[in-house]
């Protein structure tokens, strides 16, 4: 099935979700059993629960049946996560990771907001700025 640029641009954004969780969960694992990490949990359930309703909003209103994301991406971020742990630590090198894929995923949102905002409904008008907060919120913690 052909997708015109706004379901490319939204499938995008479903995959760079799926991914993330992937990663948050793997950096969730080098993260010391604190409250950060705690903090972690919550944002991985909330960017779940987030993902799960964008996807059915995305099959119900545009349409499109989204993938799933490219599992090749592990193996990259693996390497890079090498690379970094040789003059850093195994927290900064986690919270560095994440802090490189929210920076794509927010430019991703940027682009189908800048592409396609007026064509959504109100309901996935409302899960787009649900997920600009979530990203918001994620982009501070990150930054503490």
């Known amino acids: 099935?052909?997708?015109?640029?706004?379901?490319?641009?939204?499938?995008?954004?479903?995959?760079?979700?799926?991914?993330?969780?992937?990663?948050?969960q793997d950096m969730r694992d080098r993260l010391p059993d604190t409250s950060r990490r705690a903090q972690l949990d919550r944002m991985l359930e909330q960017r779940q629960s987030l993902q799960d309703k964008l996807r059915r909003a995305a099959v119900e209103e545009l349409d499109i049946r989204p993938r799933t994301a490219d599992q090749d991406i592990e193996g990259l971020t693996h390497l890079l996560e090498q690379f970094r742990s040789l003059w850093q630590e195994p927290e900064t090198v986690a919270l560095d990771l994440?802090?490189?894929?929210?920076?794509?995923?927010?430019?991703?949102?940027?682009?189908?907001?800048?592409?396609?905002?007026?064509?959504?409904?109100?309901?996935?008008?409302?899960?787009?700025?649900?997920?600009?907060?979530?990203?918001?919120?994620?982009?501070?913690?990150?930054?503490?």
């Open 98 to 144: 994440l802090q490189d894929h929210e920076q794509e995923l927010q430019r991703a949102y940027q682009e189908l907001i800048a592409e396609a905002h007026d064509e959504f409904s109100l309901k996935l008008q409302a899960l787009l700025q649900e997920l600009k907060e979530h990203l918001e919120a994620t982009e501070v913690w990150l930054q503490h």
């Open 1 to 24: 099935m052909l997708l015109n640029a706004t379901q490319a641009s939204f499938n995008g954004l479903l995959e760079l979700l799926d991914e993330s969780l992937d990663l948050y």
